[in-house]
Nanobody, 120 residues
Framework: QVQLVESGGGLVQAGGSLRLSCTVS????????MGWQRQAPGKQRELVAT???????NYADSVKGRFTISRDNAKSTVYLQMNSLEPEDTAVYYC??????????????WGQGTQVTVSS
């Protein structure tokens, strides 16, 4: 089985920073894209950022210039550095991985979510 474990959420004041981490463990062959989505209360889940296994990145317009996604392929870990946080960034953040299993099946897996709360 493949598991994603997130860490790094919490409560921060507006203008502050947080760094989220997500590590993939279990039986798999390789990981393609990794990324983060978020869901605020009463809103649909939205894409925050993605990164390919080659390091190409993509960001939602609302976080460009403030958030940075990166990954450590040797550790099967993806990070999200969040700077200049705003109350509108308050949400549960979910990481995901596009994973190639040893059976050569390709599956998406999700973390359990980590709460980020930004106070004004």
């Amino acid at each position: 089985q493949v598991q994603l474990v997130e860490s790094g959420g919490g409560l921060v004041q507006a203008g502050g920073s947080l760094r989220l981490s997500c590590t993939v463990s279990g039986s798999f062959f390789s990981i393609y894209d990794m990324g983060w989505q978020r869901q605020a209360p009463g809103k649909q889940r939205e894409l925050v950022a993605t990164i390919t296994n080659g390091g190409s990145t993509n960001y939602a317009d609302s976080v460009k210039g403030r958030f940075t996604i990166s990954r450590d392929n040797a550790k099967s870990t993806v990070y999200l550095q969040m700077n200049s946080l705003e109350p509108e960034d308050t949400a549960v953040y979910y990481c995901y991985s596009d994973t190639l299993l040893r059976t050569l099946l390709r599956r998406h897996y999700w973390g359990q979510g980590t709460q980020v709360t930004v106070s004004s």
